[in-house]
Protein backbone atom coordinates (compact mmCIF):
# COMPACT_ATOMS: atom_id res chain seq x y z
CA UNK A 1 0.00 0.00 0.00
CA UNK A 2 1.29 3.55 -1.03
CA UNK A 3 0.94 6.02 1.74
CA UNK A 4 2.14 9.67 2.12
CA UNK A 5 2.69 12.27 4.62
CA UNK A 6 3.31 16.04 5.05
CA UNK A 7 6.31 15.39 7.51
CA UNK A 8 9.40 15.37 4.58
CA UNK A 9 7.70 18.56 2.89
CA UNK A 10 7.83 20.58 6.21
CA UNK A 11 11.23 19.55 7.20
CA UNK A 12 12.34 20.67 3.84
CA UNK A 13 10.95 24.08 4.12
CA UNK A 14 12.42 24.46 7.41
CA UNK A 15 15.38 22.33 7.53
CA UNK A 16 17.43 25.24 9.90
CA UNK A 17 17.35 22.30 12.52
CA UNK A 18 19.94 20.83 10.43
CA UNK A 19 22.86 22.12 11.03
CA UNK A 20 25.38 19.46 10.23
CA UNK A 21 26.34 17.52 7.01
CA UNK A 22 25.44 14.60 9.01
CA UNK A 23 22.31 15.10 10.45
CA UNK A 24 21.45 17.31 6.50
CA UNK A 25 22.42 13.85 5.09
CA UNK A 26 20.08 11.79 6.92
CA UNK A 27 16.96 13.65 6.27
CA UNK A 28 18.05 13.12 2.47
CA UNK A 29 18.09 9.19 3.28
CA UNK A 30 14.47 9.34 5.12
CA UNK A 31 13.19 11.77 2.67
CA UNK A 32 14.09 9.38 -0.09
CA UNK A 33 12.64 6.06 1.72
CA UNK A 34 8.88 8.51 2.25
CA UNK A 35 8.76 8.90 -1.20
CA UNK A 36 9.28 5.64 -2.13
CA UNK A 37 6.82 4.78 0.10
CA UNK A 38 4.49 7.07 -1.06
CA UNK A 39 5.39 5.32 -4.79
CA UNK A 40 6.89 8.75 -5.86
CA UNK A 41 10.57 8.75 -7.20
CA UNK A 42 12.38 10.50 -5.02
CA UNK A 43 14.69 12.34 -8.03
CA UNK A 44 11.48 14.17 -8.44
CA UNK A 45 10.34 14.88 -5.02
CA UNK A 46 10.51 18.58 -4.13
CA UNK A 47 11.31 17.85 -0.35
CA UNK A 48 14.01 15.28 -1.44
CA UNK A 49 15.80 17.51 -3.99
CA UNK A 50 15.61 20.53 -1.62
CA UNK A 51 16.89 18.54 1.18
CA UNK A 52 19.64 17.24 -1.05
CA UNK A 53 20.33 21.16 -2.24
CA UNK A 54 20.66 21.59 2.21
CA UNK A 55 23.01 19.16 2.49
CA UNK A 56 25.29 20.85 -0.43
CA UNK A 57 25.17 24.39 1.07
CA UNK A 58 25.92 23.31 4.39
CA UNK A 59 29.20 21.66 3.10
CA UNK A 60 29.46 25.33 1.44
CA UNK A 61 29.48 26.80 4.82
CA UNK A 62 25.63 28.53 4.31
CA UNK A 63 23.79 28.65 7.50
CA UNK A 64 21.30 26.60 7.79
CA UNK A 65 18.54 28.91 8.00
CA UNK A 66 19.56 30.97 4.60
CA UNK A 67 17.03 30.89 2.06
CA UNK A 68 17.69 31.11 -2.06
CA UNK A 69 15.35 32.17 -4.71
CA UNK A 70 16.41 29.49 -7.11
CA UNK A 71 14.74 26.90 -4.63
CA UNK A 72 11.17 29.17 -4.70
CA UNK A 73 9.15 26.25 -7.20
CA UNK A 74 10.45 23.42 -5.22
CA UNK A 75 8.96 25.55 -1.83
CA UNK A 76 5.52 26.26 -3.68
CA UNK A 77 5.41 22.46 -4.94
CA UNK A 78 6.06 21.54 -1.03
CA UNK A 79 3.31 24.08 0.05
CA UNK A 80 0.86 22.11 -1.92
CA UNK A 81 1.62 18.46 -0.99
CA UNK A 82 1.09 19.81 2.15
CA UNK A 83 -2.37 21.31 1.76
CA UNK A 84 -3.54 17.70 -0.53
CA UNK A 85 -2.36 15.70 2.35
CA UNK A 86 -4.32 17.75 5.68
CA UNK A 87 -7.61 15.18 4.49
CA UNK A 88 -5.19 12.64 5.00
CA UNK A 89 -4.53 10.74 8.50
CA UNK A 90 -1.27 11.36 9.07
CA UNK A 91 -0.83 8.87 11.99
CA UNK A 92 -1.48 6.16 10.01
CA UNK A 93 1.21 6.64 7.97
CA UNK A 94 3.48 7.62 10.27
CA UNK A 95 2.82 3.93 12.12
CA UNK A 96 3.88 2.67 8.86
CA UNK A 97 6.86 4.62 8.36
CA UNK A 98 8.48 3.38 12.14
CA UNK A 99 9.61 6.49 14.00
CA UNK A 100 12.92 4.74 15.74
CA UNK A 101 15.25 7.47 16.83
CA UNK A 102 13.90 10.65 14.56
CA UNK A 103 12.65 12.50 17.68
CA UNK A 104 10.51 14.85 14.85
CA UNK A 105 8.01 12.50 13.96
CA UNK A 106 8.39 10.75 17.59
CA UNK A 107 6.34 14.00 18.16
CA UNK A 108 4.01 14.17 15.48
CA UNK A 109 2.94 10.36 15.93
CA UNK A 110 2.31 11.04 19.72
CA UNK A 111 0.20 14.57 18.39
CA UNK A 112 -1.32 13.32 16.29
CA UNK A 113 -2.35 9.88 18.02
CA UNK A 114 -3.62 12.36 20.82
CA UNK A 115 -5.74 13.61 17.93
CA UNK A 116 -7.23 10.31 17.20
CA UNK A 117 -7.86 9.09 20.52
CA UNK A 118 -9.84 12.32 21.64
CA UNK A 119 -11.86 11.48 18.87
CA UNK A 120 -12.48 7.93 19.24
CA UNK A 121 -13.19 9.25 22.94
CA UNK A 122 -16.24 11.49 21.46
CA UNK A 123 -17.25 8.53 19.55
CA UNK A 124 -17.23 6.50 22.53
CA UNK A 125 -19.66 8.65 24.46
CA UNK A 126 -16.80 10.17 26.72
CA UNK A 127 -16.71 14.13 27.53
CA UNK A 128 -13.58 15.51 27.76
CA UNK A 129 -13.92 15.43 31.65
CA UNK A 130 -14.92 11.18 31.54
CA UNK A 131 -10.85 10.50 30.88
CA UNK A 132 -7.12 11.34 30.84
CA UNK A 133 -5.05 11.22 27.97
CA UNK A 134 -1.30 10.84 28.31
CA UNK A 135 1.93 10.35 26.79
CA UNK A 136 4.90 8.28 27.49
CA UNK A 137 7.87 9.16 25.03
CA UNK A 138 10.48 6.62 26.62
CA UNK A 139 13.45 5.99 25.03
CA UNK A 140 14.75 7.17 21.13
CA UNK A 141 14.80 4.11 19.80
CA UNK A 142 10.96 3.10 20.35
CA UNK A 143 7.15 4.96 20.04
CA UNK A 144 6.36 5.59 23.51
CA UNK A 145 2.35 4.98 24.01
CA UNK A 146 -0.02 7.50 24.20
CA UNK A 147 -3.05 6.38 26.51
CA UNK A 148 -6.60 7.10 26.97
CA UNK A 149 -8.10 6.02 30.45
CA UNK A 150 -11.75 6.34 31.44
CA UNK A 151 -13.67 5.04 33.95
CA UNK A 152 -14.57 1.63 32.16
CA UNK A 153 -12.13 2.00 28.63
CA UNK A 154 -8.40 1.68 28.23
CA UNK A 155 -7.20 2.50 24.63
CA UNK A 156 -3.11 2.79 24.39
CA UNK A 157 -1.25 3.46 21.12
CA UNK A 158 2.33 1.96 20.52
CA UNK A 159 4.24 0.91 17.38
CA UNK A 160 5.55 -2.82 18.18
CA UNK A 161 8.30 -3.93 17.22
CA UNK A 162 7.12 -6.73 15.59
CA UNK A 163 3.95 -8.17 14.93
CA UNK A 164 2.51 -4.94 12.84
CA UNK A 165 -1.17 -4.46 12.79
CA UNK A 166 -1.59 -4.27 16.88
CA UNK A 167 -0.43 -0.78 17.46
CA UNK A 168 -4.03 -0.05 19.26
CA UNK A 169 -4.68 -2.28 22.32
CA UNK A 170 -8.08 -1.87 24.37
CA UNK A 171 -9.52 -3.20 27.51
CA UNK A 172 -12.42 -2.53 29.79
CA UNK A 173 -11.61 -1.41 33.18
CA UNK A 174 -12.66 -0.55 36.26
CA UNK A 175 -11.91 3.09 37.01
CA UNK A 176 -8.72 5.32 36.43
CA UNK A 177 -6.73 3.47 38.90
CA UNK A 178 -7.06 0.30 37.09
CA UNK A 179 -3.99 -0.53 35.41
CA UNK A 180 -4.72 -4.08 34.96
CA UNK A 181 -8.10 -4.24 33.70
CA UNK A 182 -9.85 -7.08 31.98
CA UNK A 183 -8.55 -9.14 28.45
CA UNK A 184 -6.38 -6.93 25.99
CA UNK A 185 -7.47 -6.71 22.38
CA UNK A 186 -5.66 -5.38 19.72
CA UNK A 187 -6.34 -3.52 16.13
CA UNK A 188 -4.72 -2.06 13.25
CA UNK A 189 -3.81 1.59 13.79
CA UNK A 190 -5.61 2.39 10.47
CA UNK A 191 -9.33 1.00 12.87
CA UNK A 192 -8.73 3.60 15.21
CA UNK A 193 -8.26 6.42 12.32
CA UNK A 194 -12.35 5.62 11.23
CA UNK A 195 -13.75 6.40 14.56
CA UNK A 196 -17.10 4.81 13.70
CA UNK A 197 -15.17 1.38 12.87
CA UNK A 198 -13.01 1.63 15.72
CA UNK A 199 -16.42 2.27 18.25
CA UNK A 200 -18.14 -0.59 16.53
CA UNK A 201 -15.14 -2.81 17.48
CA UNK A 202 -14.61 -1.93 20.92
CA UNK A 203 -18.76 -2.50 21.85
CA UNK A 204 -18.77 -5.73 19.77
CA UNK A 205 -14.89 -7.25 21.83
CA UNK A 206 -15.73 -5.67 25.41
CA UNK A 207 -19.47 -5.23 25.60
CA UNK A 208 -18.98 -1.44 26.71
CA UNK A 209 -22.59 0.18 26.29
CA UNK A 210 -22.74 3.44 24.53
CA UNK A 211 -25.99 6.34 25.37
CA UNK A 212 -28.30 5.99 21.77
CA UNK A 213 -28.36 9.86 22.16
CA UNK A 214 -24.53 10.04 22.85
CA UNK A 215 -24.02 7.68 19.60
CA UNK A 216 -26.53 9.72 17.69
CA UNK A 217 -24.42 13.18 18.31
CA UNK A 218 -21.51 11.97 16.48
Known amino acids: MNYDLDFRYRRALQPDALASIATAT ?6 MQDARNAGIDPARDPATILLARHVGRI ?33 VALARRGI ?24 L ?41 REVMFRRCKGRQDYLGDRNHFCDIAVLAAPQSFRALVVRETGLS ?9
Do not use: M, W
Open 59 to 91: ALGHAPDETFAEDLPLRRQCLAKIDELKSKPAL
Open 26 to 31: QAVVDA
Open 210 to 218: INPRQQALV
Open 125 to 165: GLEPDQYDLRSNFAGPAVSGEITLHGDEIYVQVSIPCIRPG
Open 100 to 123: GYDPEAKRAFHREARSALRVAARY
